[in-house]
């Protein structure tokens, strides 16, 4: 991982990339984005070979801070940003959306990046509900996750923007709570932000510990990004995310069918507005990170974006993200996989993966100081090539392998919250 500091403010690299009249430009209201390492080059490349420019141009200044690049933008530009990024550096690793200038400037000196950066709680440091996780391993259906992605594409977008995209927020929010209806310790919001799509939270209240909370997310906004007219159409978003929103169903749904009550507090997150700049995830993380400070702690987080693809490239079945992700959590997450799926009905092989800054949602909560990591579909340069089109649809995906990522989410939720199933574990 790389260090960054301010006292080596390197130049600026002036990009000509954004479309839109001056004027409106100036008008609108502005938003701060950090992007990862290499952007500065690929700005360079795009600007010699002129691929992405556009007629009408507006031209966001990055400032290289260190390795990290920093811009300003107008807020209704940002899908022709985001649009952008992918063309022009389809490896850059997305970007974080800030408020202001000094809220981006405090994200490039993130000590949370840093190697050697102490979280408050710790992980459990030891596996022992071994009968429990193999009990839950033989209940997870390939099947009911392809079943949900299904009724996720059928949206046919789900944008964060149109009414689609809440619908979709809406059912996700209706599965969890017919799923977990006979619980009194289990309570299924819709978080609200400034646009149309909410993002959908369920919550199994921890019976001796509740303020310590693990998370489990995914994102339920999707994306065309080559239909650059219109973004909000044709987007099924199968594997990009609506299989991350089944294996979180299907870690669900396992859990309430075998009755399992936590010790610590697990939450299901659907983020809203992924695609856009981790918008979604990050109101939510920021606010539970806000509430830290009143005493409950988000031990653990684990993103699933991505599971379904069985690329050639790939023979590995999961692909542990190893940048910007916490070196820690991937070893608790090694040790799970050795003690559970070494061999077997459950067996799952693993390997790594460079991974890219802000790429998905578990930046949001390693930006707070909260640890988290991404379990991944293959090596990064690998994955599904339909994503972002209107080909990203179910029938290119594997149950077998999904599965394998809805066993490993159930892994760590029951060694990381503990607790005990049995229907009767909740009635008393
Ligand atoms: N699931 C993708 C990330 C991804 C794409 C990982 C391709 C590996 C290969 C995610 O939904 C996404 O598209 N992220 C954006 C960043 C976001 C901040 C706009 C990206 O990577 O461009
Ligand atoms: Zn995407």
């Known amino acids: 991982m790389k260090r960054m500091s301010f006292s080596k403010t390197i130049l600026t690299a002036l990009a000509t990339l954004l479309v839109g009249s001056p004027c409106t430009y100036a008008q609108s209201s502005r938003l701060w984005v950090v992007t990862g390492d ?9 600007l010699a070979s002129r691929q992405s420019v556009a007629d009408d141009l507006v031209a966001p200044t990055f400032q290289v801070i260190n390795g990290m690049s920093v811009a300003d933008i107008a807020e209704k530009d940002l899908d022709r940003f985001s649009n952008w990024m992918r063309s022009a550096c389809p490896r850059c690793g997305g970007f974080t959306v800030h408020a202001s200038r000094e809220a981006a400037l405090k994200e490039v000196d993130n000590p949370a990046y840093k190697p050697g950066f102490r979280y ?23 099947d009911k996750i392809l079943s949900t992605i299904t009724m996720l594409q059928g949206f046919g977008t789900r944008h964060f923007e149109t009414s689609k995209g809440q619908e979709a927020a809406e059912f996700v929010r209706r599965e969890w709570q017919s799923m977990g209806q006979e619980r009194p310790d289990f309570t299924v919001a819709l978080f609200s932000h400034g646009w149309v799509q909410n993002s ?18 995914a994102h339920i906004d999707s994306i065309n990004r080559k239909n650059k007219e219109n973004p909000k159409e044709n987007a099924p978003g199968a594997d990009d995310d609506a299989s991350g ?22 939450t299901f997150m659907a983020y809203s507005a992924e695609e856009v700049g981790l918008r979604g ?3 939510i993380a920021d606010r539970y990170a806000a509430e830290s400070k009143e005493g409950q702690e988000v031990i653990a987080v684990l993103q699933f974006d991505m599971i ?12 542990l993200v190893d940048d910007y992700t916490s070196p820690e959590l991937n070893g608790f997450l090694t040790k799970l996989l050795k003690e559970y799926n070494h061999s077997g009905a459950h067996a799952i092989t693993h390997g790594e993966t460079k991974g890219c800054y802000a790429c998905s949602d578990h930046v949001s909560w390693m930006r707070n100081g909260i640890r988290a990591a991404w ?19 179910v029938s290119k995906l594997d149950a077998t392998k999904a599965a ?14 503990k607790g005990v199933d049995g229907r009767e574990s909740y009635r008393n």
């Open 38 to 46: 290499n952007v500065a080059a690929a700005v360079q490349q795009s």
């Open 120 to 142: 408050l709680a710790p992980l459990p440091e030891t596996l022992d509900q071994q009968s429990t996780v193999s009990r839950a391993l033989d209940r997870v259906k390939g």
């Open 245 to 266: 929103v089944a294996v979180v169903t299907e870690a669900l749904r396992v859990l309430m069918e075998m009755g399992f009550k936590p010790q610590r507090t697990i």
């Open 308 to 319: 379904g693809f069985n690329a050639d490239r790939g023979p590995r079945d999961i692909y």
């Open 281 to 283: 995830s990050a109101e």
């Open 375 to 393: 379990p991944f579909e293959a090596p990064l340069e690998g994955s599904n090539p339909y994503i972002h089109t209107s080909e990203d649809v």
């Open 200 to 217: 959908v939270i369920g919550t199994i209240r921890g019976a001796s510990r509740p303020e310590e909370v693990v998370v489990i997310g």
């Open 404 to 417: 394998r990522f809805a066993k490993l989410a159930i892994e760590f939720l029951i060694e990381t919250a």
